[in-house]
């Protein structure tokens, strides 16, 4: 069935230094891939989102890269804060809307060190 | 901003009885939605619907149904409450080509 693996599930970095999480999704008819940010006590946050007709998008200090032939995403954090600390789930979808499933991977714990 | 709020954010029920679980939304968005999120397993998808009084399974609908009389209002509902059913549930709306926003969850003990 459709899957989402995401790597790896706890990361700890050292405040400024840069973190990454990657994604693997299985259904080729995936074309958008949002991300997800959780903090303590709270509901997912989106943070950022890509559609597949773009390979990378930028928002400040976080980017998401896409490769659609080798089917994996990632998400990367420039510059590291101690307010970054949450887990992050990343999710696979042919639909921004939800009118097509949302596949969550199983979410990754950053710490991030002061 | 978009509000999705859901009505309890802590509740402790017994094993055997009905629960409800309340979400509305201020957006009138049409799509909403309910997940389960567990340790390690990620947010699995319980039902959702596309509009009032439409209903569709998710991945995990056993033990589950739910109700949407109104456009911003979706109700999740365990019948016979157990165990395994102990859990956060997260509520999302979305409206087309939009993404989803989450509601900050309830957490259900059964105990």
Same mark, same amino acid.
């Given at each position: 069935?459709?899957?989402?693996? &995401? ?6 970095? !050292? ?6 999480? @990657? ?14 940010? !959780? ?13 597949? %007709? ?6 400040? +200090? ?9 089917? #994996?995403?990632?998400? #990367? ?23 097509? @499933? ?8 950053? $710490?991030?060190?002061? | ?7 309890? +954010?802590?509740?402790? $029920? ?16 049409? %799509? ?10 990620? *947010?699995? *998808? ?23 009389? @109104?456009?911003?209002?979706?109700? *999740? ?19 087309? %080509?939009?993404? &989803? ?5 309830? +957490?259900?003990?059964?105990?």
């Amino acid at each position: 069935g459709e899957n989402v693996e &995401q790597h790896p599930s706890t990361l700890s970095v !050292q405040e400024g230094d840069s973190a990454v999480i @990657k994604c693997t999704y299985s259904d080729s008819a995936s074309n958008y891939f949002p991300w997800y940010k !959780q903090e303590l006590g709270k509901g997912p946050q989106l943070i950022i989102d890509i559609r597949s %007709n773009v390979g990378e998008k930028k928002d400040q +200090r976080i980017a998401v890269t896409l490769n659609k032939t080798a089917k #994996h995403f990632s998400l #990367h954090i420039t510059e590291t804060q101690p307010e970054d600390s949450a887990v992050y789930f990343c999710a696979a979808s042919k639909s921004a809307s939800g009118t097509y @499933k949302y596949i969550f991977g199983t979410g990754t714990r950053l $710490k991030v060190l002061a | 901003d978009v509000k999705v709020t859901q009505s309890s +954010r802590y509740l402790v $029920k017994r094993t055997g009885e009905k629960v409800f679980l309340e979400c509305v939304q201020d957006m009138d968005h049409e %799509n909403m939605f309910w997940y389960r999120q567990d340790p390690g397993l990620g *947010l699995r *998808l319980i039902y959702f619907s596309y509009d009032v009084k439409m209903k569709e399974k998710g991945d995990i609908p056993e033990g589950y149904s739910v109700s949407r009389e @109104k456009k911003e209002r979706f109700s *999740l509902i365990l019948e016979s409450a157990s165990t395994n059913q102990t859990s956060m549930y997260l509520c999302a709306s979305s409206v087309e %080509n939009q993404p &989803q926003h989450f509601g900050d969850g309830t +957490r259900l003990s059964i105990l």
